[in-house]
């Protein structure tokens, strides 16, 4: 029994300290335990053995740290598993829908009315429409729905509509914590205009402070499917629906639902 004392505090202090970092970086909490409890008894195993060689107090502490160290190492194994995931997706197939570009959780759904209204004001400092998407866009108006991604989730990008791509822009920027109102419109990002006969969206992947790449596969011109693969961005982040507000857009989002990336549908046009 005394020999599994010293894996077993390893185990409880890895769980520790992964459950903090699964809630800094919001992983779901069921998923965040049963990964953390797998990972952290896993690299106990090992140790059961390493330990009882262990003679001296520094020896002691360097086993701690390795049996700790291995089971963050189990646990990033097990992340890139999920994030690395590219499943494929079969859109619905009724018309006239926008469908969801990316695996989360829908953070917010914003309504911005004809003029200059700011999407955001932060510190006494506006943030306007034009400068989360780079350009004047939608000036009688929109729906601006965000979709925020945490580790686990699938981060390819899908297409919202069926059209042709008019546009893709990418923005440089700065590399900020979400957490902040301001971080869409000073991280760097990148933009996709679609347009079809019935709706012209933008859809904004923003980095976030993991973020180092944003992967775009489209081009100008290009004509694209719904739910069609548009890129990926790494490390979670966010991703911005731009959509017309006119009185034949149902939304159909809520805040806080969870999407599904080229199956959940966002909102519809009734003609």
């Known amino acids: ?65 390795g049996q700790v160290s291995l089971a963050f190492a189990f646990a990033s194994t097990l992340i890139m598993r999920q994030f690395w995931r590219d499943p494929e997706r079969i859109a619905p197939e009724e018309k006239d829908i926008v469908l969801a570009p990316a695996d989360g ?37 929109a729906y601006v729905i965000g979709v925020e991604m945490n580790l686990l989730d699938v981060h390819v990008n899908r297409c919202p509509i069926d059209g042709q791509v008019k546009f893709v822009n990418h923005i440089e920027g700065t590399f900020i914590s979400l ?37 775009n596969y489209l081009y100008a011109g290009q004509m694209v499917r719904a739910g069609q693969r548009l890129g990926m961005i790494r490390f979670g982040s966010l991703v911005a629906v731009v959509l017309p507000k006119r009185e034949n857009i149902k939304l159909e989002a809520i805040v806080g639902n969870r999407v599904t990336a080229g199956v959940s549908i966002l909102a519809r046009s009734i003609i």
């Open 179 to 215: 957490g902040r109102a301001e971080a869409q419109f000073r991280n760097e990002r990148c933009i996709t205009v679609i347009e079809n006969p019935i709706v012209t969206l933008a859809v904004a992947q923003v980095a976030s402070r993991l973020v180092r790449r944003i992967d």
């Open 105 to 141: 959780k829908i953070l917010y759904i914003k309504t911005i009315d004809k003029g200059s209204i700011p999407l955001v004001t932060k510190h006494g400092r506006n943030f306007l429409l034009q400068e989360l998407v780079g350009m004047n866009l939608m000036d009688n108006g």
């Open 1 to 65: 029994m005394m020999r599994w004392k010293l894996p077993a505090l390893g185990a409880a202090i890895s769980f520790l300290f992964m459950m903090l970092a699964a809630r800094k970086w919001k992983i779901p909490k069921r998923s965040a335990m049963i990964g953390a409890m797998a990972s952290s008894f896993a690299a106990a195993l090992p140790f059961v053995w390493l330990h009882s060689l262990c003679k001296s107090g520094k020896a002691k502490v360097a086993a701690m740290f």
